[in-house]
């Protein structure tokens, strides 16, 4: 059981003392796919960088399990407690897919010859077939990287999945299915997904749905 907490965090820019967030207050649990929508420059990449430790809160706290960000280390919560997926994949070119699977195992200590078997059980429940695992990223299509972005994910572990506009760059089947991969994660494997998308369609099918405005995060009621 995991979960991710926000308790009244503001963030402003320390150059121009622009309030970028302004007393956003929740909390995301595992067996739940959450997204946070929002307009352009309304707070959403903000609010993500803080939950994945990337930045720091000018005033609250971001809280996983109870525990402070500000009290761990936050190089070993950004390998062994979250996991990012990115609209652009951010796959390793010169790594075949399998060796991009075994990286964050191997940077947590875990020796190829045993992250190898994981990384292929992982692939293969992406539904990426093993005559692609010694391919390079550039070679597979841009739904299959991402199988394989979220495959890599999932090596390290973590059961916090933050994904930054996911589909954004996906025709509609496949976003469709990169979506049911991550719906059957939250309520199959019980993982705490939060998707940051512009895709309205995306988040009707979330769970729960917030919505960012102008640094200020509310909830959407059905």
């Not at 796959?91 to 992250?115: R, S, W």
């Not at 991402?146 to 996906?170: F, K």
């Amino acid at each position: 059981m995991a979960e991710l907490k926000l308790e009244e965090v503001y963030y402003q820019y320390q150059k121009t003392g622009q309030q970028v967030l302004k007393g956003v207050s929740c909390s995301f649990e595992s067996g739940q796919l959450c997204a946070v929508v929002g307009p352009s420059g309304s707070g959403k990449t903000t609010l993500l960088s803080l939950m994945a430790g990337l930045d720091r809160p000018t005033v609250g706290d971001v809280e996983v399990d109870g525990e402070r960000l500000r009290d761990m280390d936050l190089d070993d919560y950004r390998r062994e407690r979250i996991s990012m997926i990115f609209q652009s994949f951010q796959l390793f070119p010169l790594l075949t897919v399998a060796e991009n699977v075994c990286y964050p195992m191997e940077l947590n200590g875990v020796k190829k010859k045993e992250a190898l078997p994981r990384a292929i059980e992982l692939l293969e429940l992406m539904g990426i077939t093993k005559e692609k695992h010694k391919r390079f990223p550039s070679q597979l299509s841009g739904g299959e990287q991402q199988r394989v972005a979220i495959a890599r994910a999932l090596s390290s572990g973590a059961q916090i999945l933050l994904a930054d506009e996911p589909t954004g760059n996906l025709d509609e089947q496949n976003t469709g299915h990169i979506f049911r991969i991550l719906q059957n994660l939250a309520h199959e494997q019980r993982y705490c997904v939060v998707i940051v998308t512009h895709d309205l369609q995306v988040a009707e099918m979330a769970d729960r749905v917030f919505r960012m405005r102008d640094g200020v995060l509310v909830e959407e009621v059905a």
